[in-house]
């Protein structure tokens, strides 16, 4: 990002600095993600607002109108999601509140899990009983294998240098229609699409505060369930992640959400729904290795990969899809 883009934000900030009382010397970066957009936060005298979030999207890249609209859906939906405070829109800024730099990655141990993990569920419950179609992009057919297609292409042939015989792309082709068959089946809601514990923020009320939603749609309801538990950044034992699936499948029955009667059969859609997450999640990390330069995600594969062959080998339709996977395991190797 250049210099000017940077001058152009401080500029927007002095004609903003009155009404916010902002303290301009403060300006120092928040985060980055593993888009275009980056993040500042700024001291203020404001006693509401002592401190204050900039959104930095190049409206080239990173249009701001699915953000704002996602923002107030979610808001309206109860959510703990950012006040969107200031908005510039011919130049891709916002002033928006802080909700902290506790994110539930850096707060989730054994001691502490059940707890965030029970605020993270009743949260994901209201944001799934708010759902309404035609609201939201639909995650159709046709989103569900562009994303699987970002595994042979980009994790497979870039990044393992891996060519598929003719055996193995027929079984994988298989294997992702029988992975988008069950997708497509699941009950429709909305979907954050990246519901996990870099994207929550542990906060003091209405735990948590969400954020980075702006990709959100209309799809399967276990989709950000199997972004929560099965997490590329944080791993739990089986028992416990089963046990947190229970409870979320129990509290989003008794408050209507559609989900289906047999347990074994929610959790069937959560392990199928996360694998599609799992492999579109090793073509991204390597995409944004190298198409984008960013390395910072390669020390994530192995989780994701485990995660894949793990769900593929415990279903006897995905078992050469679990071999696929395990042979790419030993050539990486």
Known sequence: MTDSRLNT????LKALQPSWQLDLNSLTPASADASFRRYFRITSKNPEFPTLIIMDAPPQHEPLGAFIK???LLSEAGLNVPKILEQDIEHGFLLLNDLGNK???????????????????????????ASKPNVLPNYDEALLQRELD?????YLGKHLNLQLND???????????????NNLAQAKVYVHRDYHSRNLMVTNKNNPGVIDFQDAVYGPITYDASSLWRDAYIAWPEERVIDWVIKFWEDGRRAGLPMPNDFGQFYRDFEWMGL???????????????????DG?????????????ACANRYIELKPLARILESTRANKE
């Open 297 to 309: 995600y390669l020390k994530d594969i192995p989780l994701v990969l485990e995660y894949a062959i």
């Open 167 to 181: 055996l193995q792309k027929a079984q994988l082709n298989k294997s992702f229609e029988l992975i988008i068959e």
């Open 276 to 294: 599609q997450r799992h492999l579109k999640v090793l073509g991204i990390f390597a995409r944004l290795f190298h198409r984008d330069g960013k």
């Open 103 to 129: 994110t539930y990655l850096a707060e989730l141990n054994n001691e502490s899990a059940d707890h965030l993990y029970k605020d993270a569920t009743h949260a994901l419950v209201q944001m799934q009983l």
């Open 9 to 12: 934000l401080r500029n927007w």
């Open 150 to 154: 970002l595994f042979p292409e980009w």
């Open 70 to 72: 996602v923002d107030l």
